[in-house]
């Protein structure tokens, strides 16, 4: 059974960082692409990035309003994608979702989410 | 970046009824396009990939249809537990982009 368990997120102060982390398994995790998918209370979905697999150098792409200031990374020895983000933002206050990049397209799999709360 | 605009924004309807959701694109995007279905407190779930093609394990009475810049979601007969937000996204070019959503709601 394919699972996606996100975890490392929290309150933090604007301008502070923070590093979610999610967790594959029932998969090949080393073959596919992910995605971060964050969604502020009570707003709409947002796209926030991907990474590309080993076969496709591990490139990364993001949305505007993080580049820059987000990174994702992976560990496929562990299974695992993480998403570094700096110099917080109070609009970046929201649940994260990891995702995985189906074979056919489509974000197929999804974590449950973690919640991101940037305030003083 | 791409425009995804969705209407309605919000929608009333019955169980067994037929409903349509449109995403429109800012620019031609082939058929590269998803539909995801999310209640309340829950991660959303992948429906329709590439425009119309069904994931694995998602009712027949969901379809999708359109190519380059106009695009449907389909619900056939609507059951209870379709009551829901629906979103589309499109993955031709980056950044990906969603549209802002369309609330289903029981009539």
């Known amino acids: 059974e394919v699972q996606l368990v996100e975890s490392g997120g929290g309150l933090v102060q604007p301008g502070g960082s923070l590093r979610l982390s999610c967790a594959a398994s029932?998969?090949?995790?080393?073959?596919?692409?992910m995605d971060w998918v964050r969604q502020a209370p009570g707003k709409g979905l947002e796209w926030v990035g991907r990474?590309?697999?080993?076969?496709?150098?591990?490139?990364?792409e993001y949305a505007a309003s993080v580049q820059g200031r987000f990174t994702i990374s992976r560990d496929d020895s562990k299974n695992s994608l993480f998403l570094q983000m700096n110099s917080l933002k109070t609009e970046d206050t929201a649940v994260y979702y990891c995702?995985?990049?189906?074979?056919?397209?489509?974000?197929?799999?999804w974590g449950q989410g973690t919640l991101v709360t940037v305030s003083s | 970046a791409i425009q995804m605009t969705q209407s309605p924004s919000s929608l009333s309807a019955s169980v067994g009824d037929r409903v349509t959701i449109t995403c429109r694109a800012s620019?031609?995007?082939?058929?590269?396009l998803g539909w995801y279905q999310q209640k309340p407190g829950k991660a959303p779930k992948l429906l329709i990939y590439a425009a119309s093609s069904l994931q694995s394990g998602v009712p027949s009475r969901f379809s999708g249809s359109g190519s380059g810049t106009d695009f449907t979601l389909t619900i056939s007969s609507l059951q209870p537990e379709d009551f829901a937000t629906y979103y589309c996204?499109?993955?031709?070019?980056?950044?990906?982009?969603f549209g802002q959503g369309t609330k289903l709601e029981i009539k």
């Open positions: 995702a995985r990049l189906g074979r056919g397209r489509g974000l197929d799999y």
């Open positions: 990474t590309r697999n080993k076969a496709n150098s591990y490139t990364t």
């Open positions: 996204l499109q993955d031709y070019n980056y950044p990906q982009t």
């Open positions: 620019q031609g995007i082939r058929n590269d």
């Open positions: 029932g998969f090949i995790f080393s073959d596919h692409y």
